[in-house]
């Protein structure tokens, strides 16, 4: 049976993730000049003031009740991305000041997993509720955008595709997809977000653990699935499905069957409705850029591969690099990221950070893989299946290289499995909680 701790003991927890929470919302969208010329503005002075009450606090306990001796390899991995993209911040950042602040908050991160594996020592349930608060985290930035839609239709409801490819195209299966407009969310985000609370909700009622709550957030999830149109999102989902019918023992073979034959019905009556809305009419030869995407990324190993030696191995300055081929070679200063966890790493933080993402999130799926096998464990399982849909998301979307929710999420994993798994003798399934 699980021990559970006091109410009181998760308070904590919940006051510095929230903190870390704040940082991640954003009110307004700056492009790179704006945050170079202004780097504080009211638009962000809450991100501000959150992360530096966050890192003085975690880093003051954590120098007052000690670092864990063994942390999870997922942390070691990136503390050591960290430190070289400190190294090309310092030796070759066209702006210093903004790539330190970029590091100061993925650091942030870095401190908040820590403190959680800190707190897990004698509270090994308390990883769990980190994972959970992730999870209620993505729920309410899906509420607010349903409220923000609600509020602002016409902001919220876009087309999908600009004024020039409408003209090309014709107009899409669904005309409009959603955007956060309270709180500024993309619609590949918020299709993350749902794909994830879609997942882990139908995988909770697969295994007899969903409450009535249960049926809101699979249709309250699915339906903004649908609104986000986010290819990414829909294939990491198929993918964690497969993937879960095949291995999970805890499904029943009928159970199993019978989902595969829906799945095969459905692809069968509606595969033309669902190849038309996942294209959104789009030709073949602009799908296969990933639209336009393929074409950032050679753009940015070209100029990667005309870099220094030092430079190709610890990158040519820390999110500094990506933005300044976003705007100077690729006219797009609105554009946050390259669109690819690894090649974002790749310019930003050389070959030394390529390998150090790469093999993190490699190892990650590798680890949750192993032990949902080995446990067949219903939580292991559910973790797994939202390890893989950030895996398809980061190949293509910002996941693990910079500071947001699925890079907080992604920790969260990494620190439960730290907790429960890798020292099973110690821990095993007394702690678990799905053996209540």
């Not at 910079?402 to 890079?407: G, Q, R, Y």
Request: proline share 3%.
């Amino acid at each position: 049976m699980l021990s559970v701790p006091k109410k009181n003991s998760k308070i904590p927890l919940l006051v510095v993730t929230a903190l870390a929470f704040v940082s991640l919302i954003l009110f307004q969208t700056r492009d790179f000049s704006q945050a170079v010329q202004s780097p504080i503005s009211a638009a962000n002075l809450h991100k501000v003031v959150s992360l530096v009450i966050l890192n003085i606090y975690l880093l003051g306990y954590l120098l007052l009740r000690g670092i864990p001796r063994r942390l999870a390899h997922f942390q070691y991995g990136y503390l050591l991305y960290i430190v070289v993209g400190g190294f090309s911040s310092v030796l070759f950042s066209s702006e210093k000041l903004f790539s330190i602040w970029k590091l100061y908050e993925v650091f942030a991160v870095f401190l908040l997993s820590v403190y959680v594996l800190s707190l897990s020592r004698d509270k090994p349930i308390l990883s769990y509720s980190f994972y959970e608060m992730c999870l209620s985290f993505l729920k309410f930035m899906l509420v607010v955008t349903a409220i923000g839609a609600a509020i602002y239709p016409s902001e919220a409801f876009r087309s999908p595709l600009s004024d020039e490819s409408l003209a090309v195209y014709g107009r899409p299966v669904l005309p409009f997809q959603i955007f956060g407009t309270i709180i500024q969310v993309n619609p590949n985000s918020l299709g993350a977000m749902s794909a994830i609370l879609l997942f882990v909700y139908l995988r909770r009622y697969l295994s007899r653990r969903s409450s009535a709550s249960g049926w809101f957030w699979i249709a309250f999830s699915g339906a903004f699935l649908i609104l986000s149109q986010s290819r990414t999102a829909f294939f990491g989902l198929l993918c964690s499905f497969v993937l879960i019918l095949v291995i999970d023992r805890n499904i029943m073979r009928r159970t199993k069957l019978t989902m595969m034959a829906l799945l095969g019905v459905f692809g069968l009556l509606l595969a033309g409705t669902a190849v038309d809305y996942l294209t959104r009419g789009v030709d073949a030869e602009r799908l296969a850029t990933l639209s336009g995407r393929t074409i950032w990324w050679e753009t940015a190993i070209l100029e990667y591969g005309s870099a220094g030696v030092v430079e190709k191995l610890i990158g040519m300055g820390f999110a500094t690099a990506s933005r300044n081929i976003l705007s100077d070679k690729l006219g797009a200063e609105g554009a946050a990221t390259l669109h690819s966890d690894y090649i974002d790493a790749l310019v930003s933080s050389g070959a030394l950070g390529f390998v150090m993402i790469l093999l993190i999130m490699f190892g990650l799926l590798w680890k949750a893989y192993r032990h949902a096998v080995k446990s067949g464990d219903a939580i292991a399982m559910e973790i797994l299946g939202v390890v893989v849909i950030l895996m398809v998301r980061s190949f293509s979307g910002t996941t693990v290289a910079s500071h947001n929710v699925f890079l907080i999420l992604l920790f969260s994993i990494a620190v439960y499995l730290r907790v429960f798994y890798q020292n099973h003798n110690s821990y095993g399934a007394k702690y678990a909680p799905s053996a209540c």
